[in-house]
């Protein structure tokens, strides 16, 4: 493959893949597709998986994955490998290598984001794979195509694919932009218990019935607050509604309702922290707003010595995975390394926004790419 550094060079492209916060999630109908649609504002977090992307050789006939950090499943079904293999499909006609088939590629993903969590991490994977086998093989799609592609993967993939804080309706493929809050980004301390809830499960108990005493209220707050986000929201004033918050997504009493402890873990987590505390997505982390990086990490380690003490219940597979992060308002830039040839040696041509002071304390921070090319071949 050829690069800017010359022939021979091997191409890692390299995409970080955010979490994604739902600061409102109202369910607004159902649609008789088996989906329902949504008004939620989605924002990206500075927590994040990493994903490097590398062509095989030829002759190469399947993708590979390989998965470090928190346990994941590398199975075929895995997002990122049917991501590859659609976005494949999608190009093998047009792509500059045509007649021949876009090379296989070797994926690791160096993974930070709790799974089936609500927080999106798949998706954002999925997203960040599109992305970058296109990148790698030199092909482009047309922004409606890419669009296809994501929504036919999931339904918050569009919103990852679009990069950015944003208003999502539709079943998850309407990604309208939204401004980031004015002042100092905004800090959210994540707390997940170790169980994983699936959004079918979660959508199914909304749909029998687990749902807030005002059914409209979800909906109303993520009105009220869009438009404020629109007219130019200060990020104070964004905390200040962190109560409004906690009744603004419609999925909150179905996670509660299907997983044993959690109403009593909340409430827990509520006196702990002296917060009211809200849930991303179909759960089960939960979250709540501070306004700064060292308040939010002071609350960390409340919320982790509540958890060992046993004044917070424990709910799943011991103790959660608590973290601070930042919400991103804008999309994260791409990034590409190039190897040096036939050595094998990865020189950083640009630096990504990587914090490693921002991750999960308990995930400790490393480089997400490794120093050897060695899948590449
Ligand atoms: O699209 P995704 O694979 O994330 O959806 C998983 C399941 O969650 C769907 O099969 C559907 O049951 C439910 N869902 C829904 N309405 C949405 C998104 C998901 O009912 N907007």
Redesign the pocket.
């Known amino acids: 493959m050829k690069s800017e550094s010359g022939v021979g060079a091997r191409i890692h492209v390299v995409r970080f893949a955010p979490a994604k916060l739902n600061l409102t999630l109202a369910?607004v109908g159902?649609?008789g597709d088996?989906?329902?649609?949504?008004h939620s504002i989605m924002v990206p977090l500075s927590l994040g998986d990493a994903l490097t992307l590398s062509p095989l050789r030829p002759g190469s006939n399947r993708d590979t994955l390989r998965i470090t950090g928190l346990a994941t499943p590398a199975t075929p079904a895995n997002l990122v490998l049917r991501a590859i293999a659609a976005a494949r499909d999608a190009v093998e006609a047009t792509w500059p290598g045509a007649p021949a088939v876009p090379p296989r590629l070797a994926a690791r993903l160096a993974k930070r984001i709790p799974v089936a969590a609500g927080l999106g991490g798949g998706?954002s994977d999925a997203a960040a794979a599109i992305d970058g086998a296109l990148a790698a093989w030199g092909a482009s799609l047309d922004h409606e195509r890419r669009a296809e592609l994501a929504?036919a993967?999931?339904?918050?993939?569009p919103f990852f694919l679009v990069g950015g804080a944003a208003l999502v309706t539709?079943?998850?493929e309407l990604v309208q932009p939204l401004p980031e809050t004015q002042g100092e980004p905004p800090v959210v301390l994540l707390v997940t218990p170790r169980l994983a809830v699936?959004?079918?499960a979660?959508?199914?108990a909304?749909?029998s019935g687990a749902r807030h005493a005002r059914p409209a209220l979800a909906l109303d707050i993520s009105e009220r607050l869009t438009a404020q986000i629109k007219a130019g929201l200060t990020t104070s004033a964004l905390l200040e509604r962190i109560g409004e918050l906690a009744l603004a997504n419609d999925l909150m009493p179905a996670a509660v309702s299907i997983v044993p402890g959690m109403q009593g873990f909340v409430t827990a987590l509520e006196k702990t922290i002296g917060r009211p505390v809200c849930q991303s997505g179909?759960g089960p982390t939960l979250w709540s707003l501070y306004p700064s990086l060292a308040e939010a990490r002071k609350a960390v380690r409340f919320v982790r010595l509540a958890a060992v003490n046993g004044t917070l219940p424990l709910v799943g597979a011991g103790e959660p995975f608590v973290a601070a992060a930042t919400i991103e308002g804008r999309p994260m830039p791409p990034t590409v390394q190039l190897t040096d040839g036939p050595t094998g040696t990865i020189r950083p041509r640009t630096v990504h926004n990587w914090r490693a002071d921002q991750h999960g304390p308990d995930e400790p921070a490393r480089e997400p790419t490794e120093s050897k090319g060695d899948e590449s071949r």
């Open positions: 369910v159902s649609r088996g989906y329902h649609s949504l998706s929504a993967l999931g339904s918050d993939v539709g079943r998850g699936s959004t079918a979660a959508f199914e909304y749909a179909s």
